[in-house]
């Protein structure tokens, strides 16, 4: 079974600063992607960035990259600039690609709370 | 293109009442996804969809819930006599297998209360 570990309940940056935030992973599968989430008070689940187990590089869109630790299974999310509008709930979720009808399910962790101080 | 969409927003009922709620795919999506998420949780799996088939459903799926998808494009969940324990969002997603990356992308939710 596969499991999500977002050992960070609730995080506080500066504005205009870089934040991390973490996610550990549990599978045995060699084959899986990894993603990360955003989601405001609003409730909808924001898609940020993806990172696939073959990737070589660290995945990077906007502001956003992805700290991928193959050996450490270690997902972990940057923010660099920080801005108000960033404050919000963030999930990390691994794709199961087990094969069969199982394939495509996202497993999340239990999120963490991000608040941007200006 | 317009994202998923799901209606109704929020949703009170009574216990013992039956609700159903409705989730629009991203066109073209062949998959379609549903999640309950309940205060201070990820998201949790209950069911999906491939075009019109329903491949897997969560244990977290009581015979209470139901779930279809007709024709492969829009989907609804109903719930029956519905109990406090159901109070919680339920998220849809969508993606296309074959394409890219092959994300789910999510509607903003409906969020169900059960007095």
């Known amino acids: 079974a596969q499991k999500i570990t977002q050992t960070q309940p609730g995080m506080f940056v500066q504005e205009k600063e870089a934040v991390t935030l973490d996610c550990t992973y549990d599978?045995?599968?060699?084959?899986?992607?990894l993603f990360w989430y955003k989601q405001p008070s609003s409730g909808e689940m924001i898609f940020l960035i993806y990172?696939?187990?073959?990737?070589?590089q660290n995945a990077t869109e906007g502001r956003y990259s992805l700290n991928f630790q193959k050996a450490r299974k270690s997902a972990n999310l940057v923010i660099s600039a920080s801005q108000l509008g960033d404050s919000a709930m963030y999930f990390c979720a691994m794709r199961d690609t087990t094969g069969g009808t199982s394939y495509g399910k996202l497993t999340f962790g239990q999120g963490t709370i991000l608040t941007v101080h200006p | 293109d317009t994202g998923v969409s799901q209606d109704p927003r929020h949703k009170i009922t009574k216990r013992g009442q039956n609700v159903t709620f409705r989730c629009d795919p991203i066109?073209?999506?062949?998959?379609l996804y549903w999640y309950r998420q309940t205060l201070g949780q990820g998201p949790e799996f209950l069911t999906y969809f491939q075009n019109e088939a329903q491949l897997e459903k969560s244990r977290l799926l009581s015979d209470r819930f139901s779930a279809e998808r007709p024709k492969g494009s829009f989907s609804t969940l109903e719930i029956q006599r519905t109990e406090q324990g159901d109070s919680a969002m339920y998220l849809c997603?969508?993606?296309?297998?074959?394409?890219?990356?092959?994300?789910?992308?999510f509607g903003p939710g409906t969020r169900l209360t059960v007095l």
């Open positions: 066109s073209e999506h062949n998959r």
């Open positions: 997603a969508s993606t296309n297998k074959e394409v890219g990356t092959d994300t789910q992308y």
């Open positions: 599978t045995s599968d060699q084959s899986y992607g």
């Open positions: 990172q696939g187990s073959y990737d070589e």
